[in-house]
């Protein structure tokens, strides 16, 4: 019965969860996409590139080993009955025994706080002494205000170990839901009110509004979870039946302050103590491994904050805001479903000679799927980035920036992240410790490869943003064939031999040459009539994007002509990865 609470607990979680990323995504671009008409690039780089930085910096490297490694302790799940007696009719050593878990679990979660508070000082110190080189605009009261947003979300890091301990993620979305409601109403209302009285404000100003919204954030966020969690003591305080969970919740503030633990070993000495030995031992690991994942997810932000300007950094910040929506809309659903059928196939022992040929199959498939899409987004997409980024932005991104380059480019990279996707999803399902370890390796060894490869295109070659997104190109053809070769001796292992060669992506790639040329000579037509006709007018956009639609419509006709076959394919493997 535990365990059946646990998965139903676990699946309303993911809901909840699902509403909060839904939400709090929607009401972000939704309000982005009027500051942007207010906001210059500039603003932009230093508050999504630089500030973010400071606050992703201070939050993951204090937290995110001890979320991680309280993840694999007893859940509140598993080491609480949550039916368990009376506490009227328990001893007192029995409750405290039965209390223990959650302390340890309250004890470790003022870990992030301390390590927090030395951070945010480094933190703050190293981009105050690089903002005070800046004699035009200086950003410092913002570094600062972004610094003490960070402490103040990390002080709420103990309720925030309880709803996950509890699983009650109720809580989480309300606090979290309501956070980022305050911080986007707040920015909106402040940009746009200094706008309104100033009509123009310089950029230190702007960087201000975004900075107050922040602290605001955490202070509401920490603020609600105190609430919710003060209603939950009300609740349990009035309760003459009480679980664990509403037992220790109904001490109060208590429930949250670190205390000494006192067990009894088996010839019954007592031992006190405040952490874990185990728990403690696997935090320090898992915050290694943690700094490493850092440098992977904040890379850029990284090298944009050594190598770029605060005009480069917008740019980047604006195109990564477009296209992290292709991302999370197409690839990110069809990863995550990849992985589960790659794991429910091969890593089963019951894993058959035909269950790893379906699989080989299905990887073929989509790899073509990533190349045809990837065909419209380099010869259509590339051409329409401006055009985009007027109607969504306004020109004031669409012709004073170098927006709509980057963007273009970005939409060469596409089939790049979409092979590397599905080609990671198969290693992360399939593949043993050890390699997971060396594919970690590896893949810290490629970001090295990636910085160097942008200091090479921004600093030697004056690409800008470009140079920035040709260097994550680099990196992911690296992974994609670290993971290919994986791929290869997966098969060559388990005897399927079978085809091997075909495997590799580029063999995936349509053979048909009316298609090639009618998809080559679309892009090279759209590049003539974007020159000739411009789409600066509304009558000029019209004409543009109607040729451009034409012509798609016309290379996809050919396409599904020429590649029926695989389309009727691409169905029946659909019928198998929703099964």
Same mark, same amino acid.
């Given at each position: 019965?535990?365990?059946?609470?646990?998965?139903?607990?676990?699946?309303?979680?993911?809901?909840?969860?699902?509403?909060?990323?839904?939400?709090?995504?929607?009401?972000?671009?939704?309000? /982005?996409?009027?500051?942007?008409?207010?906001?210059?690039?500039?603003?932009?780089?230093?508050?999504?590139?630089?500030?973010?930085?400071?606050?992703?910096?201070?939050?993951?490297?204090?937290?995110?080993?001890?979320?991680?490694?309280?993840?694999?302790?007893?859940?509140?799940?598993?080491?609480? /009955?949550?039916?368990?007696?009376?506490?009227?009719?328990?001893?007192?050593?029995?409750?405290?025994?039965?209390?223990?878990?959650?302390?340890?679990?309250?004890?470790?979660?003022?870990?992030?706080?301390?390590?927090?508070?030395?951070?945010?000082?480094?933190?703050?110190?190293?981009?105050?002494?690089? %903002?005070?080189?800046?004699?035009?605009?200086?950003?410092?009261?913002?570094?600062?205000?972004?610094?003490?947003?960070?402490?103040?979300?990390?002080? +709420?890091?103990?309720?925030?170990?309880?709803?996950?301990?509890?699983?009650?993620?109720?809580?989480? $979305?309300?606090?979290?839901?309501?956070?980022?409601?305050?911080?986007?109403?707040?920015?909106?209302?402040?940009?746009?009110?200094?706008?309104?009285?100033?009509?123009?404000? /310089?950029?230190?100003?702007?960087?201000?509004?975004?900075?107050?919204?922040?602290?605001?954030?955490?202070?509401?966020?920490?603020?609600?979870?105190?609430?919710?969690?003060?209603?939950?003591?009300?609740?349990?305080?009035?309760?003459?039946?009480?679980?664990?969970?509403?037992?220790?919740?109904?001490?109060?503030?208590?429930?949250?302050?670190?205390?000494?633990?006192? %067990?009894?070993?088996?010839?019954?000495?007592?031992?006190?103590?405040?952490?874990?030995?185990? #728990?403690?031992?696997?935090?320090?690991?898992?915050?290694?491994?943690?700094?490493?994942?850092?440098?992977? +997810?904040?890379?850029?932000?990284?090298?944009? /904050?050594?190598?770029?300007?605060?005009?480069?950094?917008?740019?980047?910040?604006?195109?990564?805001?477009?296209?992290?929506?292709?991302?999370?809309?197409?690839?990110?659903?069809?990863? %995550?479903?990849?992985?589960?059928?790659?794991?429910?196939?091969?890593?089963?022992?019951?894993?058959?000679?035909?269950?790893?040929?379906?699989?080989?199959?299905?990887?073929?498939?989509?790899?073509?799927? &990533?190349?045809?899409?990837?065909?419209?987004?380099?010869?259509?997409?590339?051409?329409?980035?401006?055009?985009?980024?007027?109607?969504?932005?306004? +020109?004031?991104?669409?012709?004073?920036?170098?927006?709509?380059?980057?963007?273009?480019?970005?939409?060469?990279?596409?089939?790049?992240?979409?092979?590397?996707?599905?080609?990671?999803?198969?290693?992360?399902?399939?593949?043993?410790?050890?390699?997971?370890?060396?594919? +970690?390796?590896?893949?810290?060894?490629?970001?090295?490869?990636?910085?160097?490869?942008?200091?090479?295109?921004?600093?030697?070659?004056? #690409?800008?943003?470009?140079?920035?997104?040709?260097?994550?190109?680099?990196?992911?053809?690296?992974?994609?064939?670290?993971?290919?070769?994986? #791929?290869?001796?997966?098969?060559?292992?388990?005897?399927?031999?079978?085809?091997?060669? %075909?495997? &590799?992506?580029?063999?995936?790639?349509?053979?048909?040459?009316?298609?090639?040329?009618?998809?080559?000579?679309?892009?090279?037509?759209?590049? $003539?009539?974007?020159?000739?006709?411009?789409?600066?007018?509304?009558?000029?956009?019209?004409?543009? $994007?109607?040729?451009?639609?034409?012509?798609?419509?016309?290379?996809?006709?050919?396409?599904?002509?020429?590649?029926?076959?695989?389309?009727?394919?691409?169905?029946?493997?659909?019928?198998?990865?929703?099964?």
């Amino acid at each position: 019965m535990a365990i059946k609470s646990t998965l139903a607990s676990s699946f309303t979680g993911t809901i909840y969860l699902f509403f909060l990323q839904l939400f709090s995504r929607s009401i972000t671009f939704i309000l /982005n996409q009027i500051l942007l008409r207010f906001t210059s690039a500039k603003v932009l780089g230093i508050v999504s590139i630089k500030l973010e930085l400071i606050l992703e910096t201070i939050l993951f490297i204090s937290r995110e080993g001890i979320r991680m490694a309280l993840l694999r302790s007893k859940s509140g799940s598993e080491g609480i /009955n949550k039916k368990s007696e009376k506490s009227e009719n328990k001893k007192k050593e029995n409750v405290k025994d039965l209390l223990n878990p959650i302390k340890k679990a309250v004890n470790l979660s003022y870990i992030p706080i301390i390590i927090g508070c030395s951070l945010t000082m480094l933190v703050t110190y190293y981009f105050n002494k690089r %903002e005070n080189l800046n004699t035009e605009e200086n950003n410092s009261f913002s570094i600062i205000l972004y610094s003490i947003a960070a402490l103040i979300e990390l002080c +709420s890091e103990p309720l925030y170990i309880l709803t996950q301990y509890y699983l009650m993620f109720n809580i989480r $979305v309300k606090a979290e839901g309501f956070a980022v409601f305050i911080r986007s109403i707040s920015s909106f209302i402040f940009t746009i009110y200094l706008n309104y009285k100033y009509k123009k404000i /310089n950029s230190r100003a702007a960087v201000l509004c975004f900075a107050w919204s922040q602290l605001l954030y955490s202070i509401f966020l920490f603020g609600t979870y105190a609430f919710l969690f003060w209603r939950k003591y009300l609740t349990n305080k009035k309760k003459k039946n009480l679980d664990v969970e509403s037992l220790h919740l109904s001490q109060g503030i208590n429930a949250f302050i670190p205390s000494a633990i006192i %067990e009894k070993n088996e010839i019954g000495e007592e031992k006190k103590y405040f952490f874990d030995e185990h #728990l403690l031992s696997l935090s320090i690991t898992l915050y290694i491994q943690s700094f490493v994942k850092y440098l992977l +997810s904040q890379g850029d932000k990284i090298i944009l /904050n050594i190598l770029c300007n605060n005009i480069t950094q917008g740019v980047y910040a604006f195109v990564m805001n477009y296209g992290s929506l292709i991302l999370r809309i197409i690839f990110q659903p069809l990863e %995550e479903t990849c992985r589960i059928y790659f794991s429910k196939e091969l890593v089963s022992k019951t894993s058959t000679t035909s269950s790893r040929q379906q699989v080989f199959k299905v990887i073929m498939t989509i790899l073509k799927c &990533h190349f045809i899409l990837g065909m419209y987004f380099i010869f259509f997409a590339t051409n329409y980035t401006g055009v985009l980024i007027d109607f969504l932005a306004g +020109s004031n991104w669409s012709k004073n920036s170098a927006a709509p380059k980057a963007l273009a480019y970005y939409c060469v990279s596409i089939p790049f992240m979409g092979f590397n996707g599905i080609l990671e999803g198969f290693v992360q399902a399939v593949a043993p410790k050890k390699e997971l370890h060396y594919q +970690s390796r590896m893949m810290t060894l490629f970001w090295i490869i990636f910085a160097a490869c942008c200091f090479i295109f921004v600093k030697i070659f004056h #690409l800008g943003i470009v140079g920035i997104i040709i260097g994550n190109m680099v990196n992911m053809s690296l992974r994609v064939y670290t993971c290919y070769q994986y #791929l290869i001796n997966y098969y060559k292992k388990t005897e399927e031999k079978e085809d091997i060669k %075909e495997i &590799h992506p580029f063999n995936t790639v349509t053979k048909k040459p009316v298609v090639w040329v009618c998809f080559i000579t679309s892009w090279i037509i759209c590049y $003539v009539i974007s020159d000739i006709i411009g789409w600066e007018t509304l009558k000029q956009k019209t004409v543009y $994007v109607s040729c451009g639609a034409i012509l798609a419509l016309i290379s996809t006709a050919l396409l599904y002509i020429n590649e029926k076959p695989f389309l009727i394919e691409l169905k029946e493997y659909y019928r198998i990865l929703r099964a």
